[in-house]
């Protein structure tokens, strides 16, 4: 029996290991971490993070061939195939700090691989990592190979969150980098072979290791980038009077461009765009390709533009002050139908909004009170660290922050509305009675276009929504970023 281990029951190990699992009956699944809670969790009835379709998946097969255990080194020695899928964050200090990626959790992994190995494995980088990093992987596996030979492949993973079991039962491409040598080609082989379970034959791409590993940056890279070009268009939208989503819609029909992934918003979120676009700079700077290096880094630089507009777009609406003002914040996941909150804008929205002395009543069906106030008490970065190595608990402004598990909740008594987060749910409220619970001017900033803006401004709303012809309240009250 094929065994395999992954280390790192994180987002991507997880949901990745346990459709592995579903999909290749005879191939035996251990999902290994240094997160004792993390581990416990995902052998309850309450797994660490919430993904449509996950729970069932994971149930089929927990304990038959999938197993979640801390016991790292025991299932690390056992396999053929060692998945490394832990935390690849950006580097806070040092050389490269606020750009490169940290690889210090990939080389602990790297250096226990050769340590507790007694037998010949494949070693598959799951985690994004910086091109070349294989080389480096290859060189710490080796430095005390004891008779024992590694072979290691770059195989990134393209899951979304929110769609992972969706994109991993049909990916649209699987993609697998090794070395062009015979060890190299076979290693390439047995991996395919694996997904070959349930991915057609002509989606399971194999290129040689640069090339997979850079594909991961620029694949992101790429993403980033429209929703940063639609989100630039979005200004422009506002300054004009055209209106984002016919302009979208209009761009998209042309198949050279494609429709999807172009909903302008607050700005994009998720643990991996950012730090995968500095990344990608750093390397880029450290080739000596500083042009190229900036035209990436502008990406960045209008995410931040797009989260600061709105926040100013708030405060200069609410006659340029929110000091002492209730906002109801709906939403603080970085998007619909997951509970993750890694660089959600709605961090930076309620960090401005907080700056200018606004009290916040939050609300998001998934994610809770203990994770949002550490969340507004976070420095940039410390959260992409195992959980035991984040600050135990940072102190966030509680007099001026609420959390509360219901919409409605959160709108009582509000003087405007900021939607963070696309949930369905914030498309169906009754407006009118939210309208009827609210203090008066009562104003709504649409950060996701979720909400009929006609239908809001006939109740009586004033209403912001991004990339959309503004209110007559708004138009002689220009928000500058
Ligand atoms: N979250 C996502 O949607 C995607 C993430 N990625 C990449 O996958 C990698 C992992 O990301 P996530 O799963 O989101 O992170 P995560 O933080 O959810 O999971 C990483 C896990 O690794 C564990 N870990 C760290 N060092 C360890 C060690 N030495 N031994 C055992 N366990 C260790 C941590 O405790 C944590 O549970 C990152 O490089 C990320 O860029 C790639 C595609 C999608
Ligand atoms: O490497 C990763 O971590 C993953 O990053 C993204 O996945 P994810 O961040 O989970 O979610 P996305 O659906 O890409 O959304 C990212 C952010 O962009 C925003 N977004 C997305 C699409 C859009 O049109 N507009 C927009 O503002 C979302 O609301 C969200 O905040 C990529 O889509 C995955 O392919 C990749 O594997």
Redesign the pocket.
Known sequence: MVKICCIGAGYVGGPTMAVIALKCPEIEVAVVDISTPRISAWNSDHLPIYEPGLDDVVKQCRGKNLFFSTDVEKHVAEADIVFVSVNTPTKTQGLGAGKAADLTYWESAARMIADVSKSDKIVVEKS?VPVKTAEAIERILTHNRKGINFTILSNP?????GTAIADLFKPDRVLIGGRETPEGQKAIHALRDVYAHWVPVDRILCTNLWSAELSKLA??AF?AQR?SSVNAMSALCEATGADVSQVSHSIGTDSRIGPK???A?VG??????QK?ILNLVYICECNGLPEVANYWKQVIKVNDYQKNRFVNRVVSSMFNTVSGKKIAILGFA??KDTGDTRET?AIDVCKGLLGDKAKLSIYDPQVSEDQILRDLAMKKFDWDHPAHLQPLSPTSNKQQISVVWDAYEAIKDAHGICIMTEWDEFKNLDYQKVYDNMQKPAFVFDGRNVVDVKKLREIGFIVYSIGKPLDAWLKDMPAVA
């Open positions: 994004t993973e393209f899951l979304a969150e694949a992101n993403l929703i992934f172009l909903n918003s994009f979120g998720g643990s991996c765009f995968d970085f998007k804008p």
